[in-house]
C-alpha cells in the first residue's frame, strides 16, 4: 500500500476568479482581476480585495463563510470523481487547511460583553461548530480519519500532504483534502498592522510590488488510491507523486533570508517523487507579492531550477486566501499539466534583478509530466507539492 500511486480523481475550486474551475479557467485566459473593495463588513482601511461574489443558496451557511466555501469546492471535486455526497460505503478521509475557519467571528461578541457584562453566545456555537474537516466530513458521511490544519498560509498544502500520507499508509482509500477561507476583518487588520497589504493590485515578483492583496476561496481534491478508483471503475491520469515539508525556526512573520525550509521542502518533494529538479515543467510559486516573500522564494527556485524555470504566481487573480490558498494553487498547478497551459502571472511586468528570474508573461503552453506547488507561512513553515501526469512527454 505505502507504495501504491495516489491519484487526483476530481479537483474543485471557488474564489474570486470563479465559481468552479471552468468559470477559473476562463478568467485565467482572459487575464481578469475580479478585485474591489471590502463588502463583506464594514472596514475603514482601503485595501482592495478579492471576494467570491456570492455564495449560492444550497451551500449558505449564516455565519459561517468558511464552510460555506469548503462545501462549494468539495461538491465540484466529488462531482468530478463520480461520487455521490454519500461516502458511507467508503473508507474516506478529511484534511482541511485553514486560518480563519469561521472561527474568528467574534468582534461584536467581545464589544457586547465589554460594554454590557453579557452577549449572545453565536460566536460560541459558531467556534464549537467551526471545525472545518469534521463539517465537510459530517456533511458527506466520511467515516475514516479527519483532522483540521491550521499551520497559517502552508495550511492548504500541509493537508493535503496529510492525506497523502494516510492513503499510503492505508488509513483509507479515499480522501478529501485541501484549504478554505474566508475574508475576514482580523487578517485583513493584522496584515495591514504589518505593513503588507497594497494599496493596489499586487504584483508578485515584480521589482515595483508593493505588498500583498487578501482573499478567499476554496481548493479541494479528491485523492484516492489507484485500486480504490479501480473498484469504481474510474481512471485518473492526475496524482499526486510527492509532498515535503520544512521550518525555518527563524522568524515568526519572515522567511529564512537564505530560504533554507523553502529548499528543503522542495528537495523533500522532489525526491518522493523520484525525479530531478529538470523534470519539472513548472512552478506554481507561493508569489504573495511582498518584498521579502519574493526575494527569498525566488532566489530559491532560480538556485534549484535556474533562471529559465517556468513559473507564476495565480495570487493576482485570487488574493492571498490564507489557509485556502494551498489548496486552490494544488488544483490550479493539476489544472496546468491537465490542461496543458499556464496563464501569465498577470500583475508582473519588470524585472527584479534581486530574484534574478521572472514569472511567465503570457499564456504558456505546457508539455512536461510534472509541476510544483510551493507554500511559506508565518512561523517559518515551507511546503511543496509535485504533481503528476501520465501520458506526456
Given at each position: 500500500m505505502k507504495g501504491e500511486r495516489v491519484l487526483i480523481t476530481g479537483c474543485g475550486a471557488v474564489s474570486a476568479a470563479g465559481m468552479n474551475r471552468s468559470e477559473t479557467l476562463d478568467v485565467f485566459a482572459r487575464g481578469q482581476r475580479n478585485a474591489g473593495p471590502v463588502t463583506l463588513f464594514e472596514t475603514a482601511l482601503p485595501y482592495p480585495v478579492f471576494e467570491v461574489r456570492e455564495i449560492p443558496r444550497a451551500f449558505f451557511l449564516e455565519g459561517q463563510r468558511t464552510l460555506s466555501l469548503a462545501l462549494i469546492a468539495a461538491d465540484e471535486a466529488l462531482?468530478?470523481?463520480?461520487?455521490?455526497?454519500?461516502?458511507?460505503?467508503?473508507?474516506?478521509?478529511?484534511?482541511?487547511?485553514?486560518?480563519?475557519?469561521?472561527?474568528?467571528?467574534?468582534?461584536?461578541?467581545?464589544?457586547?460583553?465589554?460594554?454590557?457584562?453579557?452577549?449572545?453566545?453565536?460566536?460560541?456555537?459558531?467556534?464549537?461548530?467551526?471545525?472545518?474537516?469534521?463539517?465537510?466530513?459530517?456533511?458527506?458521511?466520511?467515516?475514516?480519519?479527519?483532522?483540521?490544519?491550521?499551520?497559517?498560509?502552508?495550511?492548504?498544502?500541509?493537508?493535503?500532504g496529510v492525506a497523502l500520507s494516510w492513503l499510503r499508509s492505508g488509513l483509507c482509500d479515499i480522501a478529501l483534502a485541501g484549504g478554505a477561507d474566508e475574508m475576514n476583518r482580523i487578517p485583513l487588520c493584522g496584515f495591514g498592522s504589518l505593513g503588507i497589504v497594497n494599496e493596489g493590485l499586487c504584483a508578485p515578483f515584480d521589482r515595483d510590488r508593493q505588498g500583498l492583496n487578501l482573499g478567499e476561496g476554496a481548493g479541494v481534491l479528491v485523492l484516492e488510491t489507484a485500486a480504490s478508483a479501480r473498484r469504481r471503475g474510474n481512471a485518473a491520469d492526475l496524482y499526486l507523486a510527492g509532498y515535503g515539508s520544512e521550518s525555518d525556526a527563524y522568524?515568526?512573520?519572515?522567511?529564512?533570508?537564505?530560504?533554507?525550509?523553502?529548499?528543503?521542502?522542495?528537495?523533500?518533494?522532489?525526491?518522493?517523487?523520484?525525479?530531478?529538479?529538470?523534470?519539472?515543467?513548472?512552478?506554481?510559486?507561493?508569489?504573495?507579492?511582498?518584498?521579502?516573500?519574493?526575494?527569498?522564494?525566488?532566489?530559491?527556485?532560480?538556485?534549484?531550477?535556474?533562471?529559465?524555470?517556468?513559473?507564476?504566481?495565480?495570487?493576482?487573480?485570487?488574493?492571498?486566501?490564507?489557509?485556502?490558498?494551498?489548496?486552490l494553487e494544488a488544483v490550479f498547478t493539476a489544472a496546468g499539466l491537465q490542461e496543458g497551459?499556464?496563464?501569465?502571472?498577470?500583475?508582473?511586468?519588470?524585472?527584479?534583478e534581486d530574484i534574478g528570474l521572472a514569472p511567465a508573461r503570457k499564456k504558456t503552453t505546457i508539455t512536461g509530466r510534472y509541476a510544483l506547488s510551493t507554500s511559506l507561512a508565518f512561523g517559518g513553515n515551507n511546503a511543496a507539492l509535485v504533481v503528476g501526469r501520465d501520458g506526456k512527454a
Open positions: 462531482g468530478e470523481a463520480r461520487l455521490s455526497k454519500d461516502l458511507s460505503s467508503y473508507r474516506v478521509g478529511v484534511c482541511m487547511g485553514t486560518t480563519v475557519a469561521s472561527q474568528l467571528n467574534d468582534i461584536e461578541f467581545y464589544r457586547s460583553y465589554r460594554t454590557h457584562g453579557s452577549a449572545p453566545m453565536t460566536a460560541a456555537h459558531r467556534y464549537v461548530n467551526g471545525n472545518i474537516a469534521e463539517h465537510l466530513a459530517r456533511a458527506v458521511k466520511a467515516r475514516g480519519p479527519s483532522l483540521t490544519v491550521v499551520n497559517a498560509c502552508s495550511s492548504g498544502t500541509d493537508a493535503i522568524h515568526l512573520t519572515a522567511p529564512h533570508p537564505e530560504g533554507v525550509g523553502l529548499r528543503a521542502s522542495i528537495n523533500r518533494a522532489l525526491a518522493e517523487s523520484g525525479i530531478a529538479p529538470q523534470d519539472v515543467s513548472f512552478v506554481n510559486a507561493h508569489g504573495t507579492g511582498t518584498i521579502d516573500n519574493d526575494v527569498v522564494e525566488g532566489k530559491v527556485l532560480r538556485d534549484l531550477f535556474g533562471a529559465d524555470v517556468t513559473m507564476l504566481s495565480t495570487k493576482g487573480f485570487t488574493g492571498h486566501t490564507l489557509g485556502a490558498a494551498g489548496g497551459w499556464i496563464p501569465a502571472s498577470i500583475g508582473f511586468s519588470t524585472l527584479d
